[in-house]
């Protein structure tokens, strides 16, 4: 069974602060993705990952950075948050190609930054 | 890079009826086409898929069907039962490797029963 796991579920921190969300997959998949949920908004892509060490913008990746250091762990990393950023993220991962790039998603963190 | 939509934004059906959503793609390149559904509260989950070498699948009461030359394809749920209240996403992509995958806003159906 496919497992995804994020690192917290609520996230409670304050402008300015450095926050870290982690995310860790068991399925060897190759690519890695985090995605924002806002209401009316849809998944907004931040970043995803293809392979250990790199990286690759998604649609707004402002105020964000990634670390992908193993295949099973990827981070997303705010590096002084704001108000703006308070969201439910999403992380996701997927396999090769010839098996489909069906998307496992994590549970989510709500991260509120008061 | 890809643009996508959903229509319709929000749907609401009587209980027995039949739901279709919408999705358009800008990207012909696009091969793999999946609808998620993500239930209140819960992570998004696939409940089917097709690729562009098949036209339609079907799966119990879901189907997908595909209009490539459209660039658009649909999902269908027939006799709605209030369980399949959800959020719904498309999200049309490449069969390659490090691909990028843009989902739709989603389309919240609600089921009346």
């Known amino acids: 069974d496919v497992k995804v796991t994020q690192s917290s579920r609520y996230l409670v921190k304050r402008t300015g602060e450095k926050v870290f969300l982690e995310c860790v997959q068991d399925m060897d998949h190759e690519n890695m993705f985090w995605y924002r949920q806002d209401p009316g908004l849809g998944l907004r892509l931040i970043y995803f990952?293809?392979?250990?060490?790199?990286?690759e913008k998604g649609d707004i990746p402002e105020g964000y950075s990634v670390s992908r250091e193993k295949k099973e762990r990827f981070s997303l990393i705010l590096e002084s948050a704001s108000t703006n950023q308070t969201s439910m993220y999403l992380c996701?991962?997927?396999?090769?190609?010839?098996?489909?790039?069906?998307?496992?998603f994590g549970p989510g963190t709500r991260l509120t930054v008061t | 890079g890809e643009n996508v939509e959903q229509h319709p934004s929000t749907l609401s059906v009587q209980e027995g009826d039949s739901a279709v959503i919408k999705c358009t793609y800008s990207d012909s390149a696009s091969n793999y086409f999946p609808w998620y559904k993500q239930e209140l509260g819960k992570r998004p989950q696939l409940i089917i898929d097709i690729r562009s070498n098949v036209g339609e699948k079907k799966d119990q009461r879901i189907a997908v069907t595909l209009n490539k030359t459209a660039k658009h394809f649909s999902l269908h749920i027939t006799e709605t039962q209030p369980e399949d209240s959800a959020v719904y996403f498309c999200a049309p992509s490449l069969n390659t490797g490090g691909f990028k995958t843009i989902f739709g806003a989603g389309t919240r159906l609600f089921v009346k029963a």
């Open positions: 990952s293809y392979d250990v060490k790199m990286k």
């Open positions: 996701a991962s997927s396999s090769l190609p010839n098996l489909g790039p069906s998307f496992f």
